[in-house]
């Protein structure tokens, strides 16, 4: 079945440590999102990128940076990470002219 | 940008009662209102959406209705059972062009007890 797949599924990392996180996907999809997850905050956009020359800037980006390495992979970076972005990360794709999103599995990061 | 309220936060309901979750929205040029559903520990996952040109859409126990006028639009779940504990997101995008991102509620908790 054609998916989004995320890596790692888990993390724990230091404080002022880089770490990236990986999508890919399977699905043919153009768009690709970035959503981190907190408890009572629900699902908000980091960033986006529509096809592989686009990347845009969501609600809440700073600290973070992307990279779209082609159309089924798309990687958040964090450059020196802080404990507030202990959260779970998603990413999700969708299609152009459809704005349904499908998620991949989740990363869950610790910065200790 | 858009802004997307939902409530309540939490909500418990007895097996076979319903259960409404409400959200309001913000920008009037959106037109595209999907629920997903998040078990514990899973992905979110899409169960129903609606755009802005219907004002009520069902599927089996599942309904949602859309007032544009007054920008908001609920999720409707009757005859609940176990299985439908999970957390709840509403959204609001448009659908083309750079407009489709979606914007998430909060959340809410929705608990079945026996």
């Given amino acids: 079945d054609a998916d989004v797949t995320q890596t790692p599924r888990n993390r724990i990392t230091k404080t002022g440590k880089r770490i990236m996180l990986e999508c890919s996907q399977t699905k043919g999809h153009d768009r690709m999102y970035w959503y981190r997850q907190d408890p009572g905050l629900g699902l908000r956009l980091i960033y986006y990128s529509f096809d592989v020359k686009d990347i845009n800037k969501g609600e809440i980006s700073d600290g973070y940076s992307v990279s779209r390495q082609a159309q089924a992979k798309f990687s958040l970076s964090l450059e020196s990470a802080i404990p507030n972005q202990t959260a779970l990360y998603f990413c999700a794709t969708s299609d152009p002219g459809r704005a349904e999103a499908f998620f991949g599995q989740g990363t869950r990061l610790t910065v200790v | ?114």
Avoid: M
Wanted: proline share 4%; net charge neutral.
């Fill in chain 2, 1 to 114: 940008g858009e802004n997307v309220e939902q409530h309540p936060s939490t909500l418990s309901v007895q097996e076979g009662d319903s259960a409404v979750i409400k959200c309001t929205y913000s920008d009037s040029a959106s037109n595209y209102f999907p629920w997903y559903k998040q078990e514990l520990g899973k992905r979110p996952q899409l169960i129903i959406d609606i755009r802005s040109n219907v004002g009520e859409k069902k599927d089996q126990r599942i309904a949602v209705t859309l007032n544009k006028t007054a920008k908001h639009f609920s999720l409707h779940i009757t005859e609940t059972q176990p299985e439908d504990s999970a957390v709840y997101f509403c959204a609001a995008s448009g659908v083309t062009g750079t407009a489709s991102k979606l914007t998430f509620g909060t959340g809410t908790r929705l608990q079945v007890t026996l």
